[in-house]
């Protein structure tokens, strides 16, 4: 049986004709939706349009617009009697402004209800989907449903009780906002990861972007103490898990998948040491592959619910951004549905209050096989599909290889890889600001002007940060010349994950 109340919709539609200076209270929150007659519904959009047009809504001017536009009403109703009848009520401003309060949450009642039967509908009808796809598709019903409902949508003057919330926040100070990454020069430029958030790495094929987002989700999770899932649409479990012991241990990661970590006496104590250090870390692992971002979308919800709980803080990883059953056509391009993907992504990482980490691929304009420093493109340019990425995401960063030409000016103490931001929406404490540029000498012995950017070093699996350019400068003119085939300072693979 549908919800709704004739008599509030025209206690509502008197307060409006009486006390029309609240409709610009009101007009954000109600609309022709929340009448359930069609005859109200009618009446509450001439006065809109009169109050809009800054006529007063006259009862006899409202009858005659509705009898102008032509419309009939069943049960052949007389509209100049009806509004006369409406108007007989006497309504304060306030008591009119508690009735549209009391109207929007029935048309909430009445939304929620009809989605509820249309979910038992879907129920009925199921048996042929597989349980996944039922569940999915029920949670996306409900679930568009609740997150459409916004009820903080007012403008708030800035000022107002800011002089509390940064005194507040001095009484208890913290190092960062938002989770801390194993990476200090990157939470010193850009902070932690804040919730709520998109951080999108764009890469090219085979240049460690799935190793660096394994790395950046499982060690923040270890370091705050957060629960992390990462949702993987290429690599298999078992091909993670094997990664991830290979990056722990050092042993090289075929000989763990063959089973030839046995046979070498050096290799054994590492691995066998491992099952100490992993023995209670939990870090969950779901493929993927087949899963549009509807069902995406439902799994992070089941999951937050069971593993982590409303409210408390974790951490998500999708790797990558890319089709996954999404379905395109004719009316549907490519672009269009990776657009969708990322919006969703992005809501749903406001539903949880969590930072979501993902990737994306870039074009061939950001290929650096055989290719000089300065011969690739490192800019948003290069990045594949949708400019939504950078409409979303909070940071957007470039992970590639850095070429032989890069790796001998920084010389090799200061890693394998670089991470060029394109986008930075938060800084960290020591942050440069918008324009983060640094001049740095080159191979000519000439000065010149090159975006910051920071250093990792990236061997078996593991990924540890070298510095920034900012660095790299202090350390070359702070001490003589390299040797290119010295080793000092760069990280042993035998080093432990956890350290």
Known sequence: MPIYSYPLERHVLSGLIKNPKIFADIDRFISEKDFYSDVHSTVYCVIRDCLNKGEKPDKVLLADKIKNLGISFKDDINIYDYIENICFTSVTPKAAFQACQELCKTRIRRELHETFDKCQKFIKTSGD????????????LYGDKISSYDFDDEPVNIFEGVEDLVEERGNSPSEENGLLTPYPEFNRMFGGLRQGNIYAIASRPAQGKSTFLNDICFRTSLKNKVPALMLDTEMSTVDIQFRMIASLTGVPVWHLESGNWRKNEEMVPKVREAWKQIKDLEYDHYHVASKNIDQICSIIRRWHFSKVGRGNPCIIGYDYIKLTGEKVGQNWAEYQAIGDKIDKLKRMSEEINAPILTAMQLNRGGE????????????????????????????????????????????????????????????????????????????????????????????????????????????QSDSPPEDPNETDGEISLNQGLLD
């Open 129 to 140: 989907k597989e349980v996944d796809e039922i569940v999915s598709e029920l949670d996306a």
């Open 368 to 475: 650096n096989q055989n290719r000089s420093g300065a011969d690739v493109t490192d800019d948003s340019s290069v990045i594949s599909l949708s400019d939504r990425l950078q409409w979303y995401a909070s940071f957007v960063g470039i992970f590639r290889r850095k070429t032989l030409d890069e790796i001998a000016l920084d010389t090799p103490r200061f890693g394998t890889h670089k991470l060029i931001p394109t986008k930075t929406r938060f800084q960290g404490k020591d942050a440069a600001g918008h324009q983060d540029i640094i001049r740095r000498p080159m191979e000519d012995g000439k000065e010149k002007y090159v975006t910051n950017y920071l250093s990792f070093s990236v061997e078996n699996f593991r990924v540890e940060e070298t510095g920034s350019v900012r660095d790299i400068v202090e350390a």
